[in-house]
């Protein structure tokens, strides 16, 4: 949600007072590069501003430093991590920057063996399991269905916040593998100990089987 302010603007003698702002509202990408980005003033202010640089009293570079200036002072206000050079990097990222294109490969692949899983989930008479990180569970288990259910195409957010928020998300990753019989048998051996502890657990809502 936006925040909203007042402030006086001052240039060269002219003072234009309770100025109207908005933080955080808008954030286009085209000019994510511009001082000021994030802020919006209202529309008579920068006839005010244009008006005083036709009438030769403020020269342009005068105008448009005073709303640089006024956008800067707003943004230090609600938004101080954008002191950080690495943060106001992060800001300005549609999943173009450097950061994500070499990372994107890593990314990409992920994403397909989520669509692949996804693919396997289908079919539950030749992969009749699915294995968590440390669970068993039937293919059609609830708890893994649902997962699934939400695997799709991707968008350049989801590469940003893999990169700069190290995050999956269920929309693009897969949390579980699907195996067939022999598979899950091979799991399950590789995770019980010498003397038959088990180093994983059965899932309490659909109770598979052992293979």
């Known amino acids: 949600?936006?925040?909203?302010?007042?402030?006086?603007i001052?240039?060269?003698?002219?003072?234009?007072?309770?100025?109207?702002?908005?933080?955080?509202t808008q954030y286009a990408?085209?000019?994510?590069?511009?001082?000021?980005w994030g802020t919006e003033v209202e529309t008579p202010v920068v006839i005010q501003l244009l008006d005083l640089v036709a009438a030769g009293e403020v020269s342009a570079k005068d105008a448009?430093?005073?709303?640089?200036?006024?956008?800067?002072?707003?943004?230090?206000?609600?938004?101080?991590?954008?002191?950080?050079p690495r943060e106001y990097a992060a800001a300005r990222c549609?999943?173009?920057?450097?950061?994500?294109?070499?990372?994107?490969?890593?990314?990409?692949?992920?994403?397909?063996?989520a669509l692949v899983e996804k693919a396997k989930g289908a079919d539950t008479l030749t992969y009749p399991y699915a294995v968590t990180r440390n669970g068993l569970h039937r293919s059609d288990c609830p708890h893994i269905t649902d997962t699934i259910s939400?695997?799709?195409?991707?968008?350049?957010?989801?590469?940003?916040?893999?990169?700069?928020?190290?995050?999956?998300?269920?929309?693009?990753?897969?949390?579980?593998?699907f195996l067939d019989r022999n598979?899950?048998?091979?799991?399950?051996?590789e995770r019980c100990g010498p003397r038959g502890g088990r180093q994983y657990r059965l899932c309490r809502i659909c109770s598979p089987e052992h293979p």
């Open 1 to 8: 949600m936006g925040a909203f302010g007042r402030m006086d």
């Open 10 to 24: 001052t240039v060269k003698a002219h003072t234009l007072v309770a100025t109207r702002w908005t933080w955080g």
């Open 29 to 36: 990408p085209e000019r994510r590069w511009v001082d000021g």
């Open 64 to 84: 448009r430093d005073a709303l640089a200036a006024a956008a800067a002072k707003l943004i230090r206000t609600h938004d101080p991590d954008e002191a950080d």
């Open 94 to 113: 549609y999943g173009d920057c450097e950061r994500c294109r070499a990372r994107r490969p890593e990314f990409e692949a992920i994403h397909a063996r």
């Open 150 to 177: 939400h695997i799709r195409g991707y968008e350049m957010r989801d590469l940003k916040s893999f990169v700069h928020e190290d995050e999956e998300h269920s929309g693009w990753a897969a949390f579980s593998t």
């Open 183 to 189: 598979e899950a048998a091979a799991w399950v051996a």
